[in-house]
């Protein structure tokens, strides 16, 4: 479960960069609800990208929807729930503020800490495709599209309860 958040995380950091200095894209992040469709490829040490999965995410301030690998991830800032709607089963547990890799929010507001890492392939007014290198020497390319930017409309649509999942098994780690 860490692993499937961890890699839909890693696509939100794309969105908007750039090689040094500040991301216009992403900087215009900032008080407005973003959605866009990604796509995710690996690259292990040299070798082609190889997809791994495609979905699509909506971030507003440090609440946001994230969708691919069978899974929904909502969260409003301080609970995540991890669904997987299929099994129709559920998966609650507090949000961790420092953990970048949960948080696509968290990241929006700190990605100079990561410019070195990333590089631009292409980018438009709308797209974006990015390469990450990870620690390893792994490669992360994501590429987005249809990138919008939207007036907030608060986080109602980032809630759940459990009165709001019937049938559902949950999981409850808070």
């Known amino acids: 479960m860490k692993r499937v958040l961890s890699i839909l995380f890693l696509l939100t950091l794309a969105l908007g960069a750039r090689t040094q200095g ?28 190889t997809p791994v999965t495609d979905g699509d995410v909506t971030v507003e301030g440090n609440a946001y929807i ?19 709607r299929d099994a129709r089963e559920a998966l609650v547990e507090n949000v961790v503020k420092e953990d970048l890799f ?6 929006i507001s700190s990605y100079k800490d990561y410019m070195d890492r990333i590089k631009v392939n292409a980018s438009g007014s709308d797209s974006l495709d990015v390469t990450l290198t990870l620690d390893d020497e792994t490669k992360a390319r994501f590429v987005l599209k249809d990138i919008v930017f939207g007036a907030r409309k608060g986080k109602s649509d980032f809630s759940l309860t459990e009165k ?11």
């Open 22 to 49: 500040n991301i216009p894209l992403l900087d215009k992040v900032e008080g407005h609800r973003v959605t866009f469709h990604y796509t995710y490829s690996l690259s292990q040490k040299g070798s082609s990208f």
């Open 66 to 84: 994230m969708q691919g690998l069978g899974m929904e991830v909502i969260s409003d800032g301080t609970t995540r729930w991890t669904l997987d």
């Open 102 to 107: 949960t948080n696509p929010a968290l990241f």
């Open 164 to 174: 709001s999942l019937p049938d559902y098994l949950i999981t409850d780690l808070r």
